[in-house]
Structures are given as C-alpha cells and as structure tokens.
C-alpha cells in the first residue's frame, strides 16, 4: 500500500501537469481532459499502482466547468485515488470513455450521459439509461422542470 | 442491433428469437426488462433495460436537508434499508468530526447484522422459488418474521425504518431488544440447518446450480461485481474487512469466500455470511456499554465544504457515497455507487452461452433489488 506522497510522485512522472489539491480526505488527482484515458491506463497497468477495480465514476456541474470523477482502488494493495477531469464546454461536452478499461464504466458513463449530457468518445453503446429521449440533462443546475420539481 | 434481428425473424433467415422478460415478471423482483436473444433455447446475449422506477434520488436529494436525506435512502435497497440510512449517518459524521458513543456504534453493527440476515433469508426464499421450490418461502418468511418483530418493536416499522440519524439512533432502543435478539440467535441457530436439508444438498437443486452462470474473479473486478455475488468469484472486496467501521473493528469474523465462481458458489458464500452475522451478533449483544443514544447534534447539520466519499457494506455489495458539499445545509451533489447498478450489467457476460432457465437461476444468485439500480 502505498501513501498518498508516493501515489502522486508516481503520476506526477506520468502527467506533470497534474494538479493534486491539498487537504483532501482521499488523494485526488485533476488532469486535463486529454491525458485522462492514458493517466487511466497506466495507473491500470503499472504494476506498482494496479488501480484494477473502479469503484464508481460520476460527474458534478460546477455550472463554470462539468468536473468528471473516477474514484479507483486497488484490489491487491487497497489504496484508493480520485481521478478527476474538468471540462469546460458547457454546450458540448466530450471526454474519452473508459470502457476499454474498466467494462463497468461503461454502464457509469452511459449514467452520466443521461443526466449530464456529457459525451464519451469511443463509448460502445452511447445510449440514455434511465430517461427518454427527449428528456432533459436532469442534474444539471440549470435544468427546470415546473411540473415535477417544486422550487423552494 | 435488435430492430435489426426483428427484422431477420420475419425473414426468417436465422434462428434467433428475442423475448422480452419483465418489466412484469415475477423473477425479476421488480420492474425490470431483460432483452434475451435466443438461438433455440440457448441465451446468444441479453440487454438489460432499466429506468422504469427511477425517481431522482439523486436529485431529490440536492433539494433536501442531510435529516431528510435519510428517509430517502431507505428506498434504494429496502432490504438493506439500515445501511443505507448509516452510510449517509456516517458521512455527515465524518464531515463535522463527531465521534459517536461506543453504545450507537454496538447497535449500529448488530442492526446491520439483524438486517444482513433478514435480506438474506428473504433472497433465501425467493431463490428457492425462482428454482421451484416453493417450501422454502415458507420456511425463510417464517424465520424472517422473528427479525421484522424486532424492529418493529424497537423502530415502530419493520422495512424502512430509518432508525439512524446524524451523531446516534433516533431513540434508544426497547428494553426486550437485547433478550429477544439473543432469542432469535438461538432459534435461528436450530433453523439455518433446516434450510441446508431442504435446499443446499437437494440434488435437483444442486443440478441447477453447479456449474451455472460462471463469473471469473477478473470478470467481478471488471465490472465491480461486490458483495457476496463478487465473493463467490474469490474477489476479496467485504468493506466490513477493509475499511471497518462501527464496531467491526472489535469482532472476529471471516470473510467468506468462494473459489466456485457460479451460482452454487454465489449461494454458499450467502449461507456460510448467515452463519457469521449471528457470529457478530453473539459477540457483540452482551457487550453493549451503557451510554448515550446519541452524541450531541446542532439541529441544523451543514457540511464544510468540501467532498467526502464513504463506503459500507450492505447485503448486497459495496455502497458508496460522494457528497459534494458547498457549506448550505444540502448538498450540492449527492451520489450512491450502489451495489446492485454494477451487479445487474454483468448479467449478459455471465448468461450468455447458458439456457433460458438458468437465466433465472443466475439472475436470482445475483439477489437484485430493482429500486437500488434506477434509484
């Protein structure tokens, strides 16, 4: 296991430009949207690391920026780390998709399509999960629905 | 790809057949559909189709307080409805750094414990159902009953009772708690044997099971298959082991594993756990320290800003939660990694190649709760 310092000198030789913030519960890392999927990779396939299983991924609406969040663990040393990735097009988001990776990102990714908007490139099935079609991005901050949701 | 496969149906140039399963069907357990392709009787792939109880948990909970918040859980996996309501509880907690008394972390446990049983002997029974054994029904129902008086009497409810709030319990519990506990270890120590004869050595079940609905351990950690559905594939992922919390830390259990990988293996670890929750239970109902229910709480709980990510164990797998915190007393982005989202879409690589009628078998070895998955 190892901690948070060694976690991130390691993928600092990955993606220098990583940026770690300070006085997190977990270590977190933000890279930007291109070096996400190969950051991904090696922290799958470094031995060293062996991020194997992704516990969850999401997406949060910042309302300036979507900011997608991966959080991995390793089964075999059972360290954890949040990937993290900001996007700054609100209009059409698009970042890389995972499923190559981690075959259950590609159920979390279709998730966050639905209620994001956000697009996965070489996603295998880039289809809604939950809603219709026609629906809106429901957790986006700016969605409305005067039917459903009651402002307070 | 299936308006395609239709389309050959009524050409009639292949053999595949698509049938639609639920979103009525009584082995699915709720409103699910299951897309199966069939070449003759032989599953070729399936498509789950989910959404149909989907009602915005998520953001529901953007809208709601961290008190409110609660109730809410309660109806993702209403069979592991303790657990949720504690891995929100402990969030908040370790968010406003309160330590609660050693008291509420004893009940805590023994509650998840109580609960552990009680959705197990309720997959126990459906399962044996979806398999054509009706008489394990009965004798689960019988059994689980005892459990659900417990509650009852102590929460007033017996499903979704959202006993647990911010910093303890919302009362103490009844005084009879820890006698009838202790009573139902000991009846259900002389029943668990019972559902051994009637099911686990029946040879017509057994048949059914072995062998059926193979998951390798890569394939469970892939798709973040947990719980005792990942563990009967040997993955080692009980967060009760890995990161303790309650009062976990202060008994001894093992995690159960199961190198068999198929629906037989799935069904052992879920008997051998019954064993051990009681063993937890034993070590624990004699021990609770007198105390405090609860630790003190301001009466309206904002968060400092920031994120905290938590992860428990229910019956069914792993249950993470991730809040975003913005200071007000909602949170601004509030998500459940829960167990049955990532158990459900392994169906299609663990089914496929097998029959039809082990469809039900390996979906009920999975032991999913609807709800959970559209939250």
């Known amino acids: 296991m190892l901690n948070k310092e060694e976690l991130s000198e390691i993928i600092r030789k990955y993606v220098p430009e990583a940026v770690f913030p300070e006085g997190t519960q977990l270590l977190e890392v933000i890279v930007p949207s291109e070096q996400y999927l190969s950051l991904a990779e090696k922290l799958k396939s470094d031995p060293a690391l062996a991020f194997d299983y992704l516990i969850t991924q999401t997406a949060v609406d910042f309302t300036t920026k979507f900011t997608v969040v991966c959080h991995l ?17 609100r209009d059409n988001p698009a970042i890389d998709s995972l499923s190559g990776l981690y075959p259950t990102a590609e159920f979390f990714e279709r998730e966050i399509f639905d209620l994001f908007g956000i697009r996965f ?22 969605f409305r629905d005067e039917i459903n949701i009651i402002e307070r | 790809m299936s308006e395609e496969i239709i389309k050959d149906v009524i ?92 008291r509420v972390k004893y009940i805590r446990t023994i509650l998840d414990e109580l609960n552990r049983i009680a959705s197990h002997q309720l997959w126990w029974c459906a399962f044996g159902m979806d398999l054509g054994a009706l008489t394990s029904f009965f004798y689960g129902l019988r059994d689980r009953e005892h459990i659900l008086d417990i509650f009852e009497e102590s929460f007033g409810s017996r499903l979704l009772h959202s006993f647990v709030c911010p910093g303890g319990l919302m009362h103490d519990v009844h005084p009879n708690f820890q006698k009838r506990t202790k009573e139902f270890v000991k009846y259900f120590k002389t029943k668990l044997p019972e559902y051994d004869q009637l099911l686990t050595g029946n040879i017509i079940f057994q048949n059914r099971a072995i062998g ?13 298959v947990t719980g005792p559905s990942g563990r009967g594939s040997n993955f080692s992922c009980d967060v009760r082991k890995i990161a303790p919390y309650g009062a976990y830390d202060k008994v001894q259990f093992n995690e159960i594993l199961e190198p068999g990988c198929d629906v037989f293996a799935r069904y052992k670890v879920r008997m051998a756990e019954m064993w051990e929750s009681l063993s937890i239970i034993e070590q624990l109902i004699d021990n609770i320290p007198e105390g405090d229910y609860t630790a003190k709480m301001k009466p309206i709980i904002k968060l400092p800003a920031g994120e905290y990510f938590r992860r428990v164990e229910t019956a069914r797998g792993e249950l993470a939660v991730y809040v975003v915190s913005d200071g007000n007393k909602s949170p601004y982005r509030m998500k459940f990694r829960t167990p049955n989202f990532s158990n459900l879409f392994v169906m299609n690589e663990i089914a496929s190649g097998y029959k039809i009628a082990d469809l039900i078998a390996i979906s009920g070895s999975l032991d999913l709760v609807i709800p959970d998955i559209d939250r």
């Open chain 1, 73 to 89: 663990d390793s089964v075999k040393f059972r360290h954890m780390l949040v990937l993290k990735s900001e996007l700054t097009d």
């Open chain 1, 121 to 142: 490139n070489n996603h295998p099935n880039m289809k809604r999960l939950f809603l219709e079609d026609d629906y809106g991005y429901p957790l986006r901050k700016d």
């Open chain 2, 11 to 102: 050409v009639g140039e292949h053999e595949d057949y698509i049938i639609n399963m639920g979103p009525q069907h009584p082995s699915t357990h709720g409103v699910l559909r299951l897309e199966v392709c069939l070449k003759g009787e032989t599953v070729k792939y399936l498509v789950p189709h989910v959404g149909y109880i989907h009602r915005g948990i998520e953001k529901m909970c953007e809208a709601n307080t961290y008190q409110q918040i609660i109730h809410l859980t309660d109806r993702m996996d209403y069979l592991s409805a303790h657990m949720n309501n504690e891995a929100v509880c402990m969030i908040v907690e370790d968010a406003m750094q309160v330590e609660v008394p050693e």
């Open chain 2, 212 to 224: 059926i609905g193979h998951m390798s351990r890569e394939t469970a950690i892939g798709f973040g």
